[in-house]
């Protein structure tokens, strides 16, 4: 028998013998054999606590959006599982547990790691983020390696035209590619504006409404417009990526990396580390923020929700200041966390260094007031920011606390924009508008993306300073500190026990809430995790243990 027949044979066998493993087996065999996970929500005093639950499995859409997955060959470059070592769970986060693959057939593990690990992608960023993103990887980030993927867009070959509607405003000429987008006819409108270039998004929630081209700062002077609308692949694309991860809760409002806490930082003017910090602002932030930083970048067009911000006016929404500048430390809290819910990420993995000179940059070269060119305004060099506000230690929350929380949220009329329930449906909620003109919604606090930032203390610095550029006003005249933090715990109990992707109720029983509840009851890493009742398969030493994973146990104090 020679050499070459026994290779030939050899590589025969070892064909059929991957196409079995890999592509038979997975099919025959699951990935997993238990929905088993450990998942991090929030109590009704506002505290993160990691519990067992279930993992859910994938909606249609979210099903629809893994076939696109796998049709494009995304699985190709990114993967889906996070090994135990330090510098995958300090960059990705949690381990990966075997639950979370229940409904994964086939795996998705994925080994070449040539594109960032996808296993916790869910609301990391937000849809209009994925949006520009798939667009054009480069808007936002240029040492991107993504090829784009404007296939999954509908983009007709014409341009179409601006024109008035009648009524005083701008609108698109009807032609046979604008009436398969919008419904003319229809008295609820869509405000959408297109960037510089002309490129205008056209969303798939825009199909039962009129539009309407806003441009109250001259983002666009053109007459025509290139269309890039949505589609029901990528619609369904995003709404898997939003599902990865999410089965382990609101694990993210625990990640350390993210955890920055500054009360103030302030670093002197230097020419060296502005020319730096521009260099950091066009490889990160142009995209969405602008060259000039004025919020018009290329991808601002689809961020229509919530616009990038502009500095030019140097209004920042983040501080803890009485006056309108935030300090350095603000403004490194806010570029390290990012802002949840938005298309502003954390950049936590961006070095220090990086982060400083981006705001010494943004502060000396963007937040300049250019109207008279002889003589610009330089708001950090005329108004210093002032010096940060004290937020004391956060008093010990209880029931008679949120029963008068609900009173104040009644007296300061909260309800007013984010509604009875939080939801953001206010009667006044249509009509708002931020500092620049555009339509500004009020945050669902159901959801617990809350801006700026997940404790209680954050809570309370909004309820302090307010958000400027919004509506949300300051309530450190009208409140009482003991008001402000009982109105905060209750901003926090609105998402207690719901799904961070979905928003709604999770199964957890009575008795399991008010163990939860409980201050003195310690859950806050996966392998202290609360266990449910009728989960506990014996009794320890005072303890519930659970028999899992590995056959390792999970052990939880008993109430």
């Known amino acids: 028998m020679s050499a070459r027949f026994v290779a030939l044979v050899a590589g025969v066998f070892f064909f059929f013998l991957a196409v079995a493993t890999q592509g038979i087996l997975p099919f025959i065999e699951p990935s997993a054999r238990t929905t088993d996970v450990t998942a991090v929500i929030r109590t009704d005093f506002g505290q993160l606590k990691w519990i067992i639950t279930e993992a859910t499995d994938y909606t249609p859409l979210q099903k629809l959006g893994r076939q696109v997955y796998l049709r494009e060959g995304c699985w190709y470059c990114h993967s889906q599982y996070v090994r135990p070592v330090t510098g995958e769970t300090r960059r990705w986060g949690p381990v990966s547990e075997a639950g979370e693959y229940a409904f994964d057939v086939p795996h998705l593990w994925g080994t070449r790691r040539i594109g960032p690990d996808l296993t916790r992608v869910g609301l990391k960023y937000s849809d209009e983020w994925h949006l520009a993103h798939f667009w054009n990887p480069r808007m936002l980030s240029p040492d991107s390696i993504m090829a784009p993927f404007r296939g999954l867009f509908e983009t007709p070959a014409e341009s179409v035209k601006i024109v008035e509607d009648g009524a005083g405003n701008r609108s698109l000429e009807r032609t046979p590619v604008t009436e398969k987008l919008f419904a003319f006819g229809s008295k609820e409108q869509i405000k959408l504006t297109p960037n510089a270039d002309g490129l205008l998004f056209v969303p798939l929630e825009a199909s039962d409404k009129a539009p309407i081209i806003w441009i109250p700062n001259k983002e666009y002077t053109g007459d025509t417009v290139t269309i890039a609308a949505e589609t029901e692949a990528l619609q369904g694309l995003i709404a898997y990526l939003q599902k990865l991860g999410m089965n382990r809760g609101k694990w993210r409002d625990l990640f350390e990396p993210q955890k920055l806490e500054v009360t103030d930082a302030t670093m002197p003017r230097s020419s060296e580390w502005i020319t730096y910090g521009k260099e950091v602002y066009q490889r990160r932030c142009v995209g969405c923020h602008g060259v000039n930083g004025d919020g018009n970048g290329p991808a ?150 809350f801006k700026s930032g997940p404790t209680v203390e954050d809570i309370f610095r909004t309820m302090t300073t307010g958000l400027s550029g919004t509506p949300m006003p300051s309530y450190r005249d009208p409140l009482s500190e003991e008001d402000r933090w009982a109105l905060s715990y209750y901003v926090l109990a609105l998402s207690a026990y719901k799904d961070p992707l979905t928003g709604e109720p999770l199964p957890i029983a009575p008795s399991d809430r008010r163990a939860l509840n409980d201050p003195a009851l310690e859950a806050g890493t996966p392998d202290k995790a609360y266990i449910p009742s009728g989960r506990a398969t014996a009794s320890r030493g005072g303890a519930h243990v659970f028999a899992g994973r590995g056959g390792n146990s999970v052990a939880a104090k008993e109430q």
């Open 300 to 449: 601002a067009t689809f961020l229509y929700k919530q616009r990038p911000r502009s500095f030019a006016a140097a209004v920042f929404k983040f501080r803890l200041t009485k006056e309108p500048l935030p300090t350095d430390g603000d403004l490194l809290r806010t570029v390290t966390r990012g802002v949840r819910g938005t298309a502003m990420p954390a950049w936590h993995e961006l070095p220090l260094t990086d982060r400083l000179a981006v705001i010494q940059y943004i502060k000396y070269e963007l937040a300049v007031d250019r109207s008279d060119p002889a003589k610009p305004y330089a708001f950090f060099k005329e108004e210093p920011p002032g010096p940060p506000l004290y937020i004391g230690r956060p008093p010990v929350p209880s029931e008679q606390m949120l029963a008068h929380a609900k009173d104040v949220w009644r007296n300061a009329k909260c309800w007013e924009c984010h509604g009875q329930t939080g939801k953001g449906d206010g009667e006044k909620a249509p009509g708002l508008k931020d500092d620049l003109g555009f339509p500004v919604k009020p945050a669902d606090l159901t959801a617990g993306q």
